[in-house]
Nanobody, 118 residues
């Protein structure tokens, strides 16, 4: 079955950096478009970024453009999100997802918590 396991979250000060990772299994990762989505406390799911199967196309929500970088390693079945210049408003649970908005971004992992605070 599809398994997505995120890691790399934590507490970081404003302006700091984190790198999130997602280990994928149970589906053809190398041919799958993948996404990162997040859910801030008390808010709904927000799409963050998308990468196509061959890494030739990436998309970002406006609020993270220039600060976040999505990448993937198809040989290792891993998805990553490099997050720089973090802001308090980036505080959320971050999920990697094989799904789309229409599916509620399922399947997705259990999430990793990111807290940006001084």
């Amino acid at each position: 079955q599809v398994q997505l396991v995120e890691s790399g979250g934590g507490l970081v000060q404003p302006g700091g950096s984190l790198r999130l990772s997602c280990a994928a299994s149970g589906f053809p990762f190398s041919s799958s478009t993948m996404r990162w989505v997040r859910q801030a406390p008390g808010k709904g799911l927000e799409w963050v970024s998308t990468i196509n199967s061959g890494s030739s196309s990436t998309l970002y929500t406006d609020s993270v453009k220039g600060r976040f970088t999505i990448s993937r390693d198809n040989a290792k079945n891993t998805l990553s999100l490099e997050m720089n210049s973090l802001r308090p408003e980036d505080t959320a649970v971050y999920y990697c997802s094989r799904g789309t908005a229409g599916s509620g971004y399922f399947p997705r992992g259990q999430g990793t918590h990111v807290t940006v605070s001084s």
